[in-house]
């Protein structure tokens, strides 16, 4: 019973009744016993929508009510603020929720007045590499997803950055929150930890494989669920549900599949609507529609009038919220999503259908089916406590040797192990750099004992293999000019700024030899290409044509690019050249004001990629210009400037006026056509002529001119139609 629960403020145990947790589930009981709220480390090993975070909750407050702090580390960025928003419930206590998103760099000492911190790992790690000092104030840190730990290009942030935390606090409590993994008990062996590996659910789930006219389920039963001619077996799955009462989430592998099949599966939900269902769905529709003019928003609202939607990390967050709402609320019948929505988000459904069981991996170019552990995740958002009887997880086939196929592989399968990913070299160069860096480590024994402390080392039976990708990262690093290893290990200054940066060494080494050869004739697009071609930027890829189109381009623009071209003979070299080009391209049209829709098109990528890539060119052109700062090299302006642009997205002319809070790359172009150059033209500006650049938006010249410094910006006596304005 939560009444028994000890070490946590008043009142928590009637907080938690009023929100209908009466008592606790198994597997938050068996924490609860294991000392959970006493300070102990724990693994939670559980199966999705069984409870987890309300250990963590416990585990948190108790520690918050021993007077210590609460780190809780989230697996995505997106996750942060509803993470946190979650806890504010909590506020009630008198402990304060803060969050940390945004850039690497920003926000370290705001933190320190806050009781309960949501970040991201890389966010912690980059935190304990600036110095943050709250860290020695924790009592308690929260891992989020811990068998993410496996994943390759996040997973040894997560790793390193816990296995800091708890040699630098001493008794700092780990709660380690993981899906139901094949080796929970290794977690919990390295993390020091008890143990709850359970696969209890709070409601039954059956699960199964749809194949010519029936369901096929774990239990040996066969239930009828026909097909209809011309019609997808999804399809028949959804008004199968329907015809029941409930709802469907089905999984695809791809943002463009999730939005085609909602749309065809809205054909289906369509012909059950009631009218008043209709003008609900219409309501909704016209939310979406509010949120943003994009193509994504129009599909995504046409779909939602008629009960279907789609979700994938393409969409805003309020465009999520609103189908996560819908959904909940069973407006919205069915929702196809990217495996995103597995991870975190709670939308539980009757039928859980995943259709693709396969998707593309960017890394051998064909398809790879997922992981047991992914499938069991999709699954297990399968049935809605207290609200279905039961929930039911399928996969299709439509080829009878897939059917045994299928139940092997996931029905019957265990998920996988989680495997520490920490010896590839990438991930130890950056952690290597920053132990030494931030003085965590002065010799190279010293180093070693903290990597000893990682999951990697836990599980490695091959002796020697650590200490040798260490050593091996030692020498690049020495050879980089960013440590020094003469008695004992220290870092350069070159090496601490590249550290507290938060780019891959390997990024710092190309940008560095890359501003030691710019000379009169680099270009921004030159800059562009620099920063395109670290490990930090994640490539657009060649399309049919784009060889040819961009080995023109290249030659016909060389000189504007500092370094020197890769022989066309070798060919991965030359290719990831191009790759660079055609993102350093995408860079330009940005910069040159084309609008998002256009570029969208040129490079076939969606609107978040466009921002997302100028993200990191930005942050990666940040980093560029500090270390021509830190090593005094001429370029330092130019790249300034090449930065400014990619950040506000306008030419060199507008640089000036995009800097104005709330006027941005559009509105810029619009002053300027009025005649308005820059901010001290904006504070002088007559104010009809802002308003009607501005398109009459009162509101926002106002603001527009007050961020500016213009005396009187009220709007009041400026004339409705602005053109008739004198
Ligand atoms: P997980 O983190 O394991 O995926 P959640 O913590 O999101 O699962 O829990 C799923 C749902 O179950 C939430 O809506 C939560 O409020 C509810 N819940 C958790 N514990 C209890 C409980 N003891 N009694 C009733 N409902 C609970």
């Not at 099949?261 to 809205?266: D, G, P, Q, S, W």
Request: proline residues 4%; hydrophobic residues 40%.
């Amino acid at each position: 019973q939560p009444t028994d629960l000890t070490g946590l403020p008043d009142g928590v145990p009637e907080h938690l009744a009023e929100q209908g947790i009466e008592e606790l589930y198994p597997p938050q009981a068996e924490a609860v016993e294991k000392g959970v709220t006493d300070g102990e480390s724990l693994v939670a090993s559980v199966p999705t929508a069984s409870g987890k975070t309300l250990i963590a909750e416990l585990a948190m407050l108790a520690a918050i009510e021993r007077g210590g702090k609460a780190l809780y580390i989230v697996p995505l960025r997106a996750l942060a603020g509803e993470k946190a928003r979650e806890f504010e419930q909590f506020e009630r206590y008198g402990l304060s929720v803060g969050v940390s998103t945004g850039n690497y760099q920003s926000d370290g000492e705001r933190l320190a007045n806050n009781d309960l911190i949501v970040a991201t790992s890389e966010k912690v790690d980059s935190l304990v590499r600036n110095g943050a000092r709250w860290v020695d104030d924790l009592a308690c840190v929260v891992a989020d997803e811990v068998h993410l730990v496996d994943d390759a290009h996040r997973g040894p942030t997560l790793e390193v950055t816990l296995a800091k935390l708890r040699a630098r606090v001493p008794d700092l409590q780990t709660v380690a929150l993981s899906a139901t993994v094949g080796n929970a008990d290794e977690l919990a062996a390295w993390l020091d930890a008890e143990l709850v590996d359970s696969d209890w659910r709070p409601i039954d789930l059956r699960t199964g494989v749809h194949y010519g006219q029936a369901l096929h389920l774990d239990d040996g039963t066969t239930r009828e669920l026909p097909v209809e001619r011309g019609e997808a077996q999804t399809a028949a799955i959804v008004r199968d549900t329907l015809q029941d009462d409930g709802s469907t989430l089905v999984f695809v592998n791809s943002r463009r599949n999730a939005e085609g099949a909602a749309k065809r599966l809205a054909t289906v939900v369509a012909k059950e609507l009631t009218s008043g269902q209709r003008a609900e769905l219409a309501e909704v529709a016209e939310e979406i529609r509010a949120d943003s003019d994009t193509e994504t928003a129009e599909t995504l609202a046409s779909a939602v009038e008629r009960g279907a939607a789609f979700h994938h990390a393409g969409l805003s967050r309020t465009q999520r919220e609103l189908v996560e709402e819908a959904f909940r609320d069973r407006l919205v019948r069915t929702v196809c999503a990217t495996p995103t929505l597995a991870a975190g988000v709670n939308t539980p459904a009757r039928r859980v259908v995943v259709r693709d069981w396969q998707r593309y991996d960017g890394d051998s170019g064909g398809m790879k089916p997922l992981d047991v552990l992914e499938v069991h995740q999709m699954f297990g958002r399968a049935g809605r406590p207290g609200l279905d009887p039961y929930g039911e997880a399928v996969l299709v086939t439509d080829d009878h040797d897939g059917l045994e196929a299928l139940f092997d592989r996931y029905i019957y399968a265990d998920p996988e192990p989680v495997r520490s990913k920490l010896a590839a070299e990438p991930a130890l160069r950056t952690h290597v750099l920053a132990t030494v860096a931030t003085r965590f480590a002065t010799t190279r024994e010293e180093l070693l004992e903290f990597l000893d402390g990682t999951l990697y080392a836990e599980q490695t039976d091959e002796t020697g293999r650590l200490e040798q990708v260490t050593d091996d990262v030692l020498a690049y690093l020495d050879a980089n000019e960013f440590i020094e290893r003469d008695d004992g290990l220290r870092a350069t200054e070159t090496g601490e700024l590249v550290s507290r940066l938060y780019v891959d060494p390997m990024s710092a080494a190309e940008i560095i030899h890359g501003l030691r050869e710019a000379d009169a004739e680099t270009t921004p697009l030159g800059f562009y290409h620099l920063v395109s071609r670290t490990p930090d930027m994640y490539e657009l890829y060649l399309r049919s044509g784009d060889r040819e189109k961009y080995t023109e381009l290249l030659y016909e623009r060389e000189t504007e690019i500092p370094g020197s071209t890769p022989s066309e003979f070798s060919e991965g070299e030359f290719e990831d050249w191009l790759s660079a080009l055609k993102t350093a391209a995408l860079m330009e049209d940005w910069t040159e004001e084309l609008d998002e829709d256009r570029i969208a098109e040129r490079y076939g990528v969606g609107p978040g990629d466009i921002r997302g890539k100028t993200e990191t060119a930005e942050w990666l052109l940040g980093a560029a210009e500090r270390l021509a700062g830190e090593l005094d090299l001429d370029c330092t302006t130019a790249v300034r400037d090449a930065r400014k642009r990619v950040d506000y997205g306008v030419r060199e002319e507008l640089l000036d006026l995009a800097g104005v809070r709330g006027v941005g790359r559009k509105r810029a172009r619009r002053l300027y056509r009025a005649g308005i150059e820059d901010r001290s033209g904006l504070r002088n500006a007559e104010k009809p002529v802002v308003l009607g650049a501005l398109r009459g938006r009162r509101k926002t010249a106002e603001s527009v001119l007050a961020a500016a410094g213009h005396p009187d910006p009220e709007m009041d006596d400026v004339a409705a139609d602005p053109d008739a304005a004198p």
